[in-house]
């Protein structure tokens, strides 16, 4: 997968200042190191212009690395909401996001991802892309209230579902997270409400478009 990664990287991903500059300040804050990859982060770029999707909810923004991908999707006409369960996080990707121009057009909820999504539904708010990169554990919960959240024909981006190919390796040693991650996988591929395709890029991106609203 790294090797396959690099190659990707090495063709399509051009140098890009400002999202360097981000990883920078994520590591000078004794961050994590858990961004998106770089051509993970232009295809969100590149899924948004493309869909032309302008409300856009992100669950774990980290530093805004992916909130200024999702952004430069929309352009001056979006808006994003990203939730964080860290409030020292979301004052960084905030000030990331507006070092990136974005600063009036995005929104941080911070504390547990599940509570805000729940704030978000009681206020019957709807979002037209979706992108899920937080802790892995409640991507199910995470990817129900998307649908609930969701416009018709929404897309919603999940993250890290290869859990680095272990997924589909034989020979993988038993762990939870991987055990964890096939089951939501399949979970996706036959939901009813959803049309996904995994993608193998970066850790690996699924891409589910909401096909039927009112299926429950
Ligand atoms: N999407 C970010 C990017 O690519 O720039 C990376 C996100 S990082 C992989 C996961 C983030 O989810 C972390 O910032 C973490 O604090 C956040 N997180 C973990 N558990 C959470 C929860 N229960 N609610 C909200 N955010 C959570």
């Not at 804050?29 to 999707?53: E, Q």
Request: aromatic share 8%.
């Amino acid at each position: 997968m790294k090797q396959i990664n690099s190659y990707i990287d090495s063709l399509f991903y051009t140098k890009d200042d400002l999202l360097e500059e981000v990883i920078s300040s994520i590591q000078e804050n004794g961050m994590p190191s858990i961004s998106v990859s770089p051509s993970s982060g232009k295809l969100l770029t590149m899924l948004i212009s493309i869909s032309g999707a302008k409300n856009v909810l992100e669950i774990g923004a980290l530093g805004g690395y992916s909130g200024i991908c999702l952004a430069r999707g929309f352009g001056s006409e979006g808006q994003l909401t990203s939730l964080e369960l860290q409030e020292e996080y979301a004052k960084l990707a905030y000030r990331n996001l507006s070092k990136a121009g974005f600063g009036d057009q995005v929104s941080y909820m911070t504390g547990a991802a599940l509570q805000s999504l729940e704030k978000l539904a009681h206020d019957n708010k709807k979002f037209d892309f979706f992108f899920i990169d937080a802790d892995k554990d409640n991507y199910e919960n995470y990817l129900q209230y998307c649908i609930k959240l969701a416009e018709p024909g929404a897309l919603i981006v999940m993250d890290n579902v290869l859990a680095r190919g272990s997924v589909a390796d034989p020979d993988a040693e038993p762990k939870r997270h991987t055990a964890f991650m096939k089951a939501f996988n399949e979970t996706v591929a036959k939901h009813p409400q959803l049309e996904s395709m995994l993608i193998p890029i970066g850790d690996g991106l699924t891409l589910s478009k909401v096909i039927d609203q009112t299926h429950e």
